[in-house]
């Protein structure tokens, strides 16, 4: 069965940097897209940055220029590099998995940005 397992949150101040990393494991082999989503106190779960097998990545308008996703050469994890956070960046942050077979989502990483 498919497993997402993210790391890489903390607390950091505002203007610095994380990177998040999500293992993908179970079957793969339907992967059709890897996508970062975060979720603040109170808001709807929002898109963050996504990147299909065609190799089409978009960003959601606050993040560009300051977060990038890849993924390794195995494919079997993604990461989201984040530059130049803020404090409204401050919220769990979620990796997904759309597939041929379903959609999954990891536990959540809890990122958060002092001022």
């Known amino acids: 069965q498919v497993q997402l397992v993210e790391s890489g949150g903390g607390l950091v101040q505002s203007g610095g940097s994380l990177r998040l990393s999500c293992v993908v494991s179970?079957?793969?082999?339907?992967?059709?897209?890897l996508g970062w989503y975060r979720q603040a106190p109170g808001k709807q779960r929002e898109l963050v940055a996504f990147?299909?097998?065609?190799?089409?990545?978009n960003y959601a308008d606050s993040v560009k220029g300051r977060f990038t996703i890849s993924r390794d050469n195995g494919k079997n994890t993604v990461y989201l590099q984040m530059n130049s956070l803020k404090p409204e960046a401050t919220a769990v942050y979620y990796c997904?998995?759309?597939?041929?077979?379903?959609?999954?989502w990891g536990q959540g990483t809890q990122v958060t940005v002092s001022s």
């Open positions: 990147d299909t097998t065609g190799g089409n990545i």
């Open positions: 997904n998995v759309a597939s041929v077979g379903g959609t999954y």
């Open positions: 179970g079957s793969i082999f339907g992967i059709r897209r």
